[in-house]
């Protein structure tokens, strides 16, 4: 089973904040968090990861809560590109097998 | 730098017929993966290589499924006999090694009719 969990469905203005929440209340201390993105018939692409503090790069920024119990992907000015369905999952320790839940269907509204 | 590549694109079969699906990683990338995507479902892990090692294989139907991983490069993954509920996506991801971030292939699309 996933260990996350997202809201299905968000909707956000072109130009907006996206702010997708993700609840990971199990994270071991060990483990990551990753954010991946799918866009419509292709694979999975990689966002951004982090463990315990805040990460930024080009495409996005990830704020982890100080329990690490859950996380928030931030597209800070998103586009109709960003349309995607975003996947928030946390590396399983020992195996390090990524289960994917169904993520947030996220549509960016012109 | 190349991404993922997988063949074929797109596969139709009959039930109970076998199928095959290529995948080559990124070239040294250690860790190779399979997953299953049925439509309107995230991707399901159905086996993790590490190198030519099997690291975990617990969600593959092994009556049916098999995968290999020789020389620790490409890898094929096989169903026989194929069922209709098998029709889904088949993705290939690999990464430089555990707890490295995945990169996928576009994936093939099996039907099964």
């Known amino acids: 089973d996933a260990k996350t969990t997202q809201p299905p469905s968000m909707d956000c203005a072109e130009g907006r904040a996206a702010n997708l929440p993700c609840n990971h209340s199990t994270i071991s201390g060990n483990e990551y968090v990753y954010w991946y993105r799918q866009i419509h018939s292709q694979g999975p692409q990689y966002i951004i990861h982090?463990?315990?503090n805040n990460e930024t790069n080009e495409m996005a920024s990830l704020i982890i809560t100080e329990d690490r119990k859950s996380s928030t992907l931030i597209l800070p000015h998103a586009t109709l590109r960003d349309t995607a369905v975003y996947y928030c999952?946390?590396?399983?320790?020992?195996?390090?097998?990524?289960?994917f839940g169904t993520g947030t269907r996220l549509k960016v509204l012109a | 730098e190349a991404g993922v590549a997988q063949s074929p694109r797109y596969k139709i079969i009959e039930k109970r017929q076998s199928v095959a699906f290529w995948c080559n990683p990124i070239?040294?990338?250690?860790?190779l993966y399979w997953y299953q995507q049925i439509l309107g479902q995230g991707p399901k892990l159905l086996i993790q290589f590490q190198n030519n090692g099997v690291v975990d294989d617990s969600q593959l139907p092994k009556d049916r499924f098999s995968a290999e991983r020789l020389k620790g490069v490409d890898s094929t993954l096989k169903i026989q006999p194929a069922k209709l509920e098998d029709s889904a996506v088949y993705l290939c991801a690999s990464s430089l090694s555990l707890n490295e971030k995945l990169f996928f292939g576009s994936g093939t699309q099996l039907s099964v009719l």
């Open positions: 982090g463990l315990k």
């Open positions: 070239s040294g990338h250690a860790t």
């Open positions: 999952i946390v590396g399983s320790s020992g195996t390090y097998k990524y289960i």
